[in-house]
């Protein structure tokens, strides 16, 4: 299944055991598909790229988000 274009969502928080697990779990749990997830972390905090389909699912991804 290939996409013309991709919309991404950066995440940046406190670094914790398990933080990319409960993100990219969260997202699943609302049924939008990652196209790609990459972090890294720097210090005590972590920044993620969230890959996703398309817009409406970036907005979804940042409303479910915002709750963790």
Request: proline share 1%; net charge positive; charged share 20%.
């Amino acid at each position: 299944n290939v996409t013309r274009r991709l919309h991404s969502v950066r995440v940046m928080g406190r670094d914790q055991p398990g933080v990319a697990a409960a993100l990219t779990q969260k997202l699943a749990d609302e049924g939008i598909n990652l196209r790609g997830f990459s972090a890294s972390v720097a210090g005590a905090q972590f920044v993620a790229y969230v890959a996703v389909d398309s817009l409406d699912d970036a907005n979804k991804a940042i409303a479910v988000l915002a709750k963790v």
